[in-house]
Each structure stands twice: as structure tokens, then as C-alpha cells.
T-cell receptor, first 114, second 108 residues
Framework: EAAVTQSPRSKVAVTGGKVTLSCHQT?????MYWYRQDTGHGLRLIHYSYVADSTEKGDIPDGYKASRPSQENFSLILELASLSQTAVYFC?????????????FGSGTRLTVL | DAKTTQPDSMESTEGETVHLPCSHA???????IYWYRQVPLQGPEYVTH???QNTTNSMAFLAIASDRKSSTLILTHVSLRDAAVYHCILRNNNRIFFGDGTQLVVKP
């Protein structure tokens, strides 16, 4: 069974502080993704990666950095957290990428910025 | 811009068959149609996907229109466990466009 684990499950941060969200997958997948979801809405792609030590911008990358130090780990970094970044963040992984590969999602990290 | 359009909510009763529609009028030839479902406090869960032909698995039947501009996810004998937000999304390589989904309410 594919597994994607996110940590922490929830976090409260202060405006202007640095926040790091972590994601670990045991699927041996090449592709990993970070999405954010605002209450009552769908997911939007922030960053993704298809190989270690390389990341790509998604649809809403402003204010976020990503890091892929290994195939298994993918982090999302908010250098200067802002109120507008309060949301639930989901990490996902998939195989070779491409159109026919299923995404497996983690359970999410609920981030509240005060 | 959302590339799919779904009704905000639908209701069904346990044991019934429910048809969840999705419109994707601007779909391109190389985009797959994926369906995921999501319950509160969880990430989306894969349901099914297809390109042109109808598909079926243990969770649902996916009917794709011949012009591919719409699709319908069909859930048979729904139970309370099927209550979730159902997302119809298009996938083209790494760009996956989520809409707001359809909230399926299942009544006992």
C-alpha cells in the first residue's frame, strides 16, 4: 500500500516566521507534489519535483520554497509566513509522472498563521 | 482557471445509484480524466480515471462522453461511507487542475 506521511499534522505559526512542512514517501515514486487547499475549495499546486535535488514551480509558487534532498523526502518552506498562507497543505507522490499515473496523498498539514 | 465544472452538492439515499456529472469542455486530447474523493481531515483518495473509454473498478463506473467534453461518475448501492467531496480533475503530465468538487450527501 502506497504511503505518504506528512509532519506536523497541524502547526500554528506567527506572521513573519519561518515554517517548514515535511513529507516522506515509501512508494519509491519519482514525483512529489505540494498542494494547498483553502476551506471549501479544491487543491492548487505549489511546487513539485521529479528527481532529488531539483524542484519545479507549480501554479502558485510565490511565497514558498521547496526542497527535495532525497527521493523519499520533500519539504515545503515558508520563509516569511503570512496570514494568507493559512490553509491545509497536502503532499502527494506518483510514479513516473505523466498522464496515467495515480497520485497518492498524505493526510495533510493544517497551518494557521497568526 | 478551473478546467472542470461540477455541481456544488448532490444528495442520495443509501442503496441508491448516484450519477455525479463533470463538464470539461476545453479538455485537450492528451488529458486524462481523474476522479478523487475527499473526506474531512484527509487527503484526496483515488477513485478512478480514464481517457476515452468507459472504465469500471470496485469503487465506481466512469462514463466518458464520446466527445470527451463531459464525464459521469456512477456510484452504485451508495452507503454512508461514500459521503465525501468528489473531485473531477484533468491531468496532463504534471499539471493537475482541481476544481471545488461535488459534496455528496448520503441519507440513511
Amino acid at each position: 500500500e502506497a504511503a505518504v506521511t506528512q509532519s506536523p499534522r497541524s502547526k500554528v505559526a506567527v506572521t513573519g516566521g519561518k515554517v517548514t512542512l515535511s513529507c516522506h514517501q515509501t512508494n519509491n515514486h519519482d514525483y512529489m507534489y505540494w498542494y494547498r487547499q483553502d476551506t471549501g475549495h479544491g487543491l492548487r499546486l505549489i511546487h513539485y519535483s521529479y528527481v532529488a535535488d531539483s524542484t519545479e514551480k507549480g501554479d502558485i509558487p510565490d511565497g514558498y520554497k521547496a526542497s527535495r534532498p532525497s527521493q523519499e523526502n520533500f519539504s515545503l518552506i515558508l520563509e516569511l509566513a503570512s496570514l494568507s498562507q493559512t490553509a491545509v497543505y497536502f503532499c502527494a507522490s506518483s510514479g513516473l509522472g505523466g498522464r496515467g499515473e495515480t497520485l497518492y496523498f498524505g493526510s495533510g498539514t493544517r497551518l494557521t498563521v497568526l | 482557471d478551473a478546467k472542470t465544472t461540477q455541481p456544488d452538492s448532490m444528495e442520495s439515499t443509501e442503496g441508491e445509484t448516484v450519477h455525479l456529472p463533470c463538464s470539461h469542455a476545453t479538455i485537450s486530447g492528451n488529458e486524462y480524466i481523474y476522479w478523487y474523493r475527499q473526506v474531512p481531515l484527509q487527503g484526496p483518495e483515488y477513485v478512478t480515471h480514464g481517457l476515452q473509454q468507459n472504465t469500471t473498478n470496485s469503487m465506481a463506473f466512469l462514463a466518458i462522453a464520446s466527445d470527451r467534453k463531459s464525464s459521469t461518475l456512477i456510484l452504485t448501492h451508495v452507503s454512508l461511507r461514500d459521503a465525501a467531496v468528489y473531485h473531477c480533475i484533468l491531468r496532463n503530465n504534471n499539471r493537475i487542475f482541481f476544481g471545488d468538487g461535488t459534496q455528496l450527501v448520503v441519507k440513511p
